[in-house]
């Protein structure tokens, strides 16, 4: 599936209390909304990806402050 393969794509990253995975969500989203009118099955996977980088994101931030 290219949802999978796009998250594979990423590989190995460090930790950034979720400000990278932040960023990534925020260019999934601009990349489907800039899409959306004329590939919509295509913007969907990346709105699901933002949407997943965005989860992703919060359970960091989160891991952070219970760490920190």
Do not use: C
Not at 19 to 27: F, K, N, P, R, V
Request: aromatic residues 16%.
């Amino acid at each position: 599936e290219y949802a999978i393969a796009e998250r594979n794509k990423r590989g190995v990253y460090t930790f950034s209390a979720g400000e990278s995975e932040l960023q990534m969500s925020e260019d999934y989203r601009n990349n489907a909304q800039h899409i959306q009118e004329k590939y919509p099955h295509t913007a969907e996977i990346y709105f699901y990806l933002s949407d997943s980088y965005k989860w992703d994101a919060e359970q960091e931030r989160k891991r952070a402050e219970n760490e920190f």
